[in-house]
């Protein structure tokens, strides 16, 4: 569970709320909904599995756009799931597992994966099992669609936090402790290079198709560091 960050554990029913405080979130949010609609187009039948999905928000916002036969959403988090299923998510058929998502089974059925804000908090060395597990979900073709922060070591952590909270117009106290604990977290965030996603995408057949970057657009930090939006598809043949 989530040891070291303590909005998880303490204040579930906020934590929609105080994520869309930051840009970056807020923004990513927006831009994997747009994906999401664009690249469900002219699909029937869409069955989406949302890894490490939370409160069910983003599933949710995409639902209430396109017609959804099946949600699956999975989260340690039973909290955040009972969120989840008294949410109104408009789909035939919702189904949550409170559930490690490493030991989730799963057949080749959908349509779309979402990855939001969950690859770092897989270990570094069970990332690619994760990665397996969404091409074991996904169908031929399929679409993962990977929204994350790459940061390549503690130093650039510290200051991408602390330039965030810089700009943050509203802050709170539990937004701040939110942000401080994200950014010194040890034992729940294994946040990686852009490099290193994609060589581990490379290798398990998942292609890079579209890529946005979201935060921070200026020149502060490097151009493969902060957060993204990209869109993968399952090349590995059924
Ligand atoms: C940053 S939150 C993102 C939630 C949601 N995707 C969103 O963007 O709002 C990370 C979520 O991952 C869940 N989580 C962390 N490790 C997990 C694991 N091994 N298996 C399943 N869920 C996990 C947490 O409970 C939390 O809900």
Redesign the pocket.
Known sequence: ??ADISL?NTHPDE??DI?NLRPD?KKA?EMTVELAIKYMHGKNSISIA??????G??TKKIADIINIDKAKI????QE?LNIAERADIKTKKLETAC????DIKLDREYDLI?S???YH??PDDKKEKYLKQVVDGLKENGILIL?EIYLPNKKITLNYYHKLLDEMSEKSPILEKFITETAESTD?EFKVSRGFADRQMTELGLTEIECIKIWPLDNTLDKDIGTFVQIFKNTNKS
Do not use: E, W
Request: with cysteine; charged share 10%.
């Open positions: 569970m989530s998880y934590y929609n994520q979130y949010i949302d890894f490490c999905g939370g409160t928000a983003i999975v989260d340690t988090n955040f559930s490690d998502i490493l979402l939001i804000f969950a908090h897989i929204t729940y």
